[in-house]
């Protein structure tokens, strides 16, 4: 089955600790994203990336951090200078950046809580 | 820059009703993409209906329609027939072809549908 998969699906984390979540593809998608959702909120989008070895910021990096190796694999970075970390973080993946009717597909998300 | 605006926070609706959903946006950019997706309370994103700009006619995928007004800027969700799974969080998105990488989404409007 092709899909994407996060993991873990409940992160619970100290503050000052840096945690990595993961999100792994296998629909061979070029295109790769980092979002935030607040509760009773939209998503806002953290990183993208657009093609393996390369990543540009959205709009609210500030205390994350990213790395595309992989084109399957964009691990996402949450560093102790996110002052509020405490959010459910959604992965996406995308066919190609170049046409617009391409949908992004999303993974189940990571519940992340700072204790 | 792109803004999408959903003003209605929470929406009731009878089971087998009809139901519409608003959605306004905002862009410099002569050729852009609409999407709706559907957020249950599990929290995966679920992709729903796609619009693009140039689309000369709405958008319909089975029970779900796009009321498309150019003019306007508005690109309102339309569920015929509401059964008690369509209750969930909808998000209106949006991506523009001056940064195809990048997609904006509005607060979302939460839907329950009645018995």
């Known amino acids: 089955d092709g899909g994407i998969t996060q993991s873990p699906k409940y992160l619970f984390r100290k503050e000052g600790q840096n945690v990595t979540l993961s999100c792994e593809q296998n629909l061979n998608h070029d295109a790769m994203y980092w979002y935030r959702q607040d509760p009773g909120q939209g998503l806002r989008l953290i990183y993208y990336?657009?093609?393996?070895?390369?990543?540009q910021k959205g709009d609210i990096a500030e205390g994350y951090s990213v790395s595309r190796e992989k084109k399957e694999s964009f691990p996402l970075t949450v560093t102790s200078a996110q002052k509020n970390p405490t959010a459910f973080y959604l992965c996406?993946?995308?066919?190609?950046?170049?046409?617009?009717?391409?949908?992004?597909?999303f993974g189940p998300g990571t519940r992340l809580t700072v204790l | 820059a792109q803004k999408i605006t959903q003003t209605q926070p929470g929406m009731f609706v009878q089971e087998k009703e009809a139901v519409t959903l608003d959605c306004t946006y905002d862009t410099s950019d002569q050729s852009y993409g609409l999407f709706w997706y559907k957020q249950p309370s599990s929290g995966e994103m679920i992709f729903l209906i796609y619009q693009g700009s140039y689309d000369e006619q709405n958008a319909t995928e089975g029970r779900y329609s796009l009321n498309f007004q150019k003019a306007r800027k508005s690109a309102n969700l339309v569920i015929s027939a509401s059964q008690l799974g369509d209750s969930a969080m909808y998000f209106c998105?949006?991506?523009?072809?001056?940064?195809?990488?990048?997609?904006?989404f509005g607060d979302g409007t939460t839907l329950t549908v009645k018995p």
């Open positions: 998105a949006m991506r523009g072809n001056t940064n195809a990488g990048k997609s904006t």
């Open positions: 990336s657009q093609i393996v070895n390369d990543f």
């Open positions: 996406a993946s995308r066919d190609s950046s170049l046409f617009l009717s391409d949908t992004q597909y």
